[in-house]
């Protein structure tokens, strides 16, 4: 699986867009840029993938840059059970398992 | 609809002593099967994973093995704990195709002592 890298955390507040980069520079042609969500003592959520083009479905939106080094999650209207860590993550999907990195903590302020 | 079943959901085990940690996944057929560690205030370890029964592969040598005896249900074990076997365990499935995702059970946070 190809590196990522994300900030460490971000804040926002309550009821407004919230948008989570992340940089993956050495992706190759066939990995897909996944997201993964994990709550306070629970173990990772799927939020969305993609390969090339945006997606979006009820959880979030995904915007995945042209030359696919970079994507962005978006969420629309965070709330406070949004607070979490984001995962992203590239995969081959082999059946290896994912390469979890540190994620981007995300703080919603009320 | 899938269900993945992790239990128990806390240990506490004193070190040297013996671990067994069950996971058990309803409603699909030949799923890929996984288990991470994520040890406090740290990003999760992928340690074993199967894609078929009596298949493991190891991702960390250590004190800890896995075993799959039936085609939805994987094992995690450990002879004799170590302290640093403290942590979060995760077992999750996923259907084998490119891209699916993968889901994670509730995990059992194991305390060794």
């Known amino acids: 699986d190809a590196k990522t890298t994300q900030p460490n955390s971000m804040e926002s507040n309550e009821e407004e867009p919230v948008h989570l980069p992340c940089n993956h520079s050495?992706?190759?042609?066939?990995?897909?840029i996944h997201w993964y969500r994990q709550l306070p003592s629970q173990g990772p959520e799927y939020v969305i993938h993609?390969?090339?083009s945006n997606v979006n479905n009820r959880m979030a939106s995904l915007a995945i840059a042209e030359d696919r080094k970079s994507s962005t999650l978006i969420l629309h209207r965070a709330t406070w059970r949004d607070a979490a860590v984001y995962y992203c993550?590239?995969?081959?999907?082999?059946?290896?398992?994912?390469?979890f990195g540190k994620g981007t903590h995300l703080i919603i302020q009320p | 609809s899938q269900t993945i079943h992790q239990w128990p959901a806390t240990l506490v085990q004193p070190v040297g002593s013996p671990l067994s940690l069950e996971c058990t996944v309803e409603?699909?057929?030949?799923?890929?099967l996984y288990w991470y560690r994520q040890a406090a205030g740290r990003g999760l370890q992928l340690l074993f994973y199967?894609?078929?029964?009596?298949?493991i592969s190891s991702e960390v040598p250590q004190n800890l093995s896995a075993s799959r005896p039936q085609d939805r249900q994987f094992i995690l074990s450990s002879k004799k704990l170590l302290l640093s076997d403290s942590g979060f365990y995760l077992c999750?499935?996923?259907?084998?195709?490119?891209?699916?995702?993968?889901?994670f059970g509730p995990g059992t946070r194991l305390t060794v002592l």
């Open positions: 050495t992706i190759s042609g066939t990995d897909y």
């Open positions: 199967s894609v078929g029964i009596g298949q």
């Open positions: 993609g390969l090339t």
């Open positions: 999750a499935w996923e259907g084998g195709m490119r891209t699916d995702t993968q889901y």
């Open positions: 409603g699909t057929s030949n799923p890929n």
């Open positions: 993550i590239n995969s081959g999907g082999g059946a290896d398992g994912l390469t």
